[in-house]
């Protein structure tokens, strides 16, 4: 099947504003340096060869979505979030740190607030700090009327306590939980509450059974793909670093998990990051 004989394809969340940079987030970009080509162009180019014509790139600090920013605005159909990552909370308690957050907010191409969120796995900074720079991001996003990119690992409990003391009929929160690999509880909950679902590699080498079962029902309307690139390479390309063009082997993977056509697949989750980030 060649690209044009399916829908667009959409990367809800990948990290190539970094490739071949200098700045960005530390780990992201030493990662796209252990690729054979880090041209961002390149990367693009080849993403666009494969269906692959929108992208969201996901700042995780604030050098990082300042780069994110500057990448979407020189880009065409690429856009940016600007956040703080729950390993970097720590980092962004004073009131400089939030004001230059705010700041990028007004900037064009920004989508969304995040990725933000809880990570207790790692704990590479207190839950309190975690929880504080959450909640000053989720507040950004309701400031700007923004949706929210939400990072959560191992702390639903705390997560659903603050995400839910923002709720409101008035004012409810829109976003995507960016990789979700929780349970199918946790899942419901999301789906209760209008959440999107981001669904990655992980789906295509995983042995968890609930985790195949939850990407099998989840309501195709409530469904994103996304790559988190340079992370997360989906089965067969294990062991190479992930790109955006990669949205097309996790695209047919789950149409064959779940019994759907391909051009179904596709149309929904670019109609669904279309909606979510307004683009």
């Known amino acids: 099947m060649s690209p044009d004989e399916i829908p667009d394809l959409f990367d809800s969340h990948c990290h190539i504003q970094s490739a071949g940079s200098p700045g960005g987030e530390s780990s992201t970009r030493e990662l796209w340096a252990k690729a054979d080509m880090i041209n961002p162009s390149d990367i693009i180019s080849r993403a666009n060869q494969a269906g692959v014509t929108r992208l969201v790139c996901v700042g ?38 939030q004001s230059a957050l705010e700041g990028l907010a007004r900037e064009s191409k920004v989508v969304a607030i995040g990725e933000c969120g809880l990570d207790y796995f790692y704990n590479h900074s207190s839950a309190q700090a975690q929880e504080e720079v959450l909640r000053l991001q989720i507040e950004l996003a309701r400031k700007h009327d923004l949706p929210l990119v939400f990072h959560v690992r191992e702390a639903f409990d705390d997560f659903w306590r603050i995400f839910e003391g923002y709720m409101s009929a008035d004012h409810p929160l829109r976003g995507v939980l960016h990789s979700f690999t929780d349970t199918g509880s946790n899942l419901e909950r999301a789906l209760g509450h209008g959440l999107f679902i981001g669904v990655n590699g992980i789906a295509t ?18 469904l994103l793909l996304e790559t988190d690139a340079p992370f997360l390479t989906p089965h067969p390309y294990r062991g190479k670093v992930c790109e955006p063009y990669h949205i097309r082997t996790i695209a047919e993977f789950l149409a064959k998990l779940r019994g759907e056509t391909i051009e179904s697949v596709a149309e929904a989750t670019t109609h669904n990051a279309r909606q979510l980030f307004k683009v």
Request: hydrophobic share 35%.
């Open 60 to 97: 995780c600090d604030l050098e990082d979505s300042k780069l994110a920013v500057k990448f979407a605005q020189r880009h065409e159909n690429c856009w940016a979030t600007i956040g703080v990552h729950p390993h970097e909370a720590e980092g962004y308690l004073s009131q400089t740190a």
């Open 205 to 222: 080498f995983t042995k968890n059974a609930e985790q195949l079962e939850m990407y099998r029902t989840v309501p195709l309307e409530h």
